[in-house]
C-alpha cells in the first residue's frame, strides 16, 4: 500500500507482486485514470488530498479485510496525491489468487470499499477556470453495500 | 481536554485552517456536542458545519458517528463524505 | 485480439490501449498464469494447442459481444499458445470503460466466456514426466451461467 | 460429399492425425450420424469417440450440436471441451 505524488507503472507493480512465483493463477489489475469530463462538465486538471496517517490505515485496514475475505497471494493499493490532470493515472488495485473468481471479486471489494473509505478528496479545476470539490457518489455508497460492511466502518 | 482538531477538503477552507489544537470546556462529550461548540466559535465554523449532516468526522484516525464519545480523543478530524479512487 | 506465442507486457499493453485518451476513467486488467499445481498434481510445463481461424473468431465473436453488454471505451485479449512453464503468462484481457462496474463485469465476462468457448486445450507434463490433457472445468460451466447466453452459443 | 475433417488435442492424438478430406456416403445428414460413421473407419476413430457425448463439434468453425446438419460444410472439426485461459 503506497500514498504517492508520482506515476505509477501496472506492468513493474504487477512485476514486482508475482515475479518468480508459480503459485499465482490469476491476476487483476484495476487502474482509475482521471477524465477530462465529469457528468458534462469540461475538466482541466485536479488535485487530490488526503489525511496522511489515516489514509495509510484505511487502505492497510481494507487490504487486510479482503486477506480475511479472499485466499489472497498477494495484493498491492497505489493512490496517488497532488496535482491531476486528464489521462493520469488516479489508483491501483492489484489482487492475485489462485483462481480468477477470488481475484476478481477481492478487486472489487477493494475499489468499493476505497471509494467510500479511505480519505482521499478531490477538487477539480474546470476548463472555464472554476475550481470545486467532488460530491461523493451515491452509486459508489450503493456499491458498497453489497459487501456486507457493518454500519460502524462506514465514513 | 486538550485536542488536537484536523480539517479537510472544503471544510479546511471554510475554517480557512487545516489543523489546530483547542482546550475544550468541560461538558463536551460526543462529536455531535463537540460540532454544536465548534458553531458558536465564529462564523466560519458556522458555515463550515452548517450541514452538519454532511461532515464526516474520525477520532484517532477512525471512522466515527456523531453519537461517538470523544473521551480520551487526542486527534478529532472533520471532513465531507471521501471521494477517491 | 491476438493468439501468439511470445509473452505479453501488461503495462505496455494498457498503454497502447488508453493511452491518450481522457474518455477513460477505469482499466481491468486480467492476466491467467500458469501455475505449478493443477489439483495437486505438480507440473513441470505444458502445451497450449488452438483451432487457427476458428480461436480467432470466437475471440473477436466475445469480444463483439462485451461491446454490445457494456459501454467499453477499449478492449484486448491476447492467449498464449505453444509451450509454456509453470509463472509463465497465458491469457491476458483488457477492458476500458468510463466507470469501473462495466470494465469489471466485462473482463469477467470476458474470461468466463473464453474459458468455455474459445478452442484452446492445454495438455500438461507432470513432474513425473507423464503427459496429461487438462480436463475443463465444471466450475468455468457454471461461471459462464451466469451471463445468460443462449445454449446454441456454448461449446 | 466431400469434407476437410480436422481434430484437436486427445481426439488428434487418438485418431492419429491432425486433418483428413473425406468423401462422405450419401444418407450422413447431421453431426451425429457423422460420427457413428467414422467409427466405423477404424480402430483409432472408435476409440476418439468412445465417449463421443464428451467431444465437441464445430462447422465451418462454428459450435454445433450432435444434430446439427452437415449439409454444405466446408470444415468439420471434433475437439474435446475446450480449456483455455
Same mark, same amino acid.
Given at each position: 500500500?503506497?500514498?504517492?505524488?508520482?506515476?505509477?507503472?501496472?506492468?513493474?507493480?504487477?512485476?514486482?507482486?508475482?515475479?518468480?512465483?508459480?503459485?499465482?493463477?490469476?491476476?487483476?489489475?484495476?487502474?482509475?485514470?482521471?477524465?477530462?469530463?465529469?457528468?458534462?462538465?469540461?475538466?482541466?486538471?485536479?488535485?487530490?488530498?488526503?489525511?496522511?496517517?489515516?489514509?495509510?490505515?484505511?487502505?492497510?485496514?481494507?487490504?487486510?479485510?479482503?486477506?480475511?475475505?479472499?485466499?489472497?497471494?498477494?495484493?498491492?493499493?497505489?493512490?496517488?496525491?497532488?496535482?491531476?490532470?486528464?489521462?493520469?493515472?488516479?489508483?491501483?488495485?492489484?489482487?492475485?489468487?489462485?483462481?480468477?473468481?477470488?481475484?476478481?471479486?477481492?478487486?472489487?471489494?477493494?475499489?468499493?470499499?476505497?471509494?467510500?473509505?479511505?480519505?482521499?478528496?478531490?477538487?477539480?479545476?474546470?476548463?472555464?477556470?472554476?475550481?470545486?470539490?467532488?460530491?461523493?457518489?451515491?452509486?459508489?455508497?450503493?456499491?458498497?453495500?453489497?459487501?456486507?460492511?457493518?454500519?460502524?466502518?462506514?465514513? | 481536554?486538550?485536542?488536537?482538531?484536523?480539517?479537510?477538503?472544503?471544510?479546511?477552507?471554510?475554517?480557512?485552517?487545516?489543523?489546530?489544537?483547542?482546550?475544550? $470546556?468541560?461538558?463536551?462529550?460526543?462529536?455531535?456536542?463537540?460540532?454544536?461548540?465548534?458553531?458558536?466559535?465564529? $462564523?466560519?465554523?458556522?458555515?463550515?458545519?452548517?450541514?452538519?449532516?454532511?461532515?464526516?468526522?474520525?477520532?484517532?484516525?477512525?471512522?466515527?458517528?456523531?453519537?461517538?464519545?470523544?473521551?480520551?480523543?487526542?486527534?478529532?478530524?472533520?471532513?465531507? $463524505?471521501?471521494?477517491?479512487?
Amino acid at each position: 500500500m503506497r500514498i504517492d505524488t508520482a506515476d505509477f507503472d501496472v506492468g513493474a507493480e504487477i512485476a514486482r507482486l508475482t515475479g518468480g512465483r508459480t503459485d499465482v493463477g490469476a491476476v487483476v489489475a484495476f487502474t482509475g485514470l482521471m477524465r477530462a469530463d465529469n457528468d458534462g462538465r469540461a475538466i482541466a486538471g485536479m488535485t487530490l488530498e488526503h489525511y496522511p496517517g489515516m489514509t495509510e490505515r484505511e487502505l492497510a485496514r481494507v487490504e487486510a479485510e479482503a486477506h480475511r475475505r479472499w485466499p489472497l497471494a498477494a495484493s498491492l493499493i497505489v493512490h496517488r496525491v497532488g496535482t491531476l490532470k486528464p489521462g493520469d493515472n488516479i489508483v491501483l488495485v492489484v489482487t492475485a489468487s489462485k483462481h480468477r473468481q477470488a481475484a476478481f471479486q477481492a478487486a472489487e471489494f477493494l475499489m468499493d470499499y476505497l471509494k467510500t473509505n479511505a480519505p482521499f478528496w478531490k477538487k477539480e479545476v474546470g476548463r472555464d477556470g472554476h475550481a470545486a470539490w467532488v460530491d461523493a457518489r451515491i452509486s459508489d455508497e450503493a456499491a458498497l453495500g453489497r459487501w456486507q460492511i457493518p454500519p460502524d466502518h462506514r465514513g | 481536554m486538550r485536542v488536537k482538531l484536523m480539517y479537510f477538503a472544503w471544510v479546511r477552507e471554510k475554517i480557512g485552517r487545516a489543523e489546530e489544537e483547542l482546550e475544550l $470546556p468541560a461538558g463536551i462529550a460526543t462529536v455531535a456536542e463537540l460540532i454544536d461548540w465548534l458553531k458558536q466559535q465564529g $462564523p466560519q465554523y458556522a458555515e463550515a458545519f452548517r450541514r452538519a449532516e454532511v461532515v464526516r468526522a474520525a477520532i484517532n484516525q477512525t471512522h466515527v458517528q456523531p453519537s461517538a464519545s470523544i473521551a480520551g480523543a487526542a486527534e478529532i478530524a472533520f471532513f465531507p $463524505p471521501v471521494t477517491g479512487g
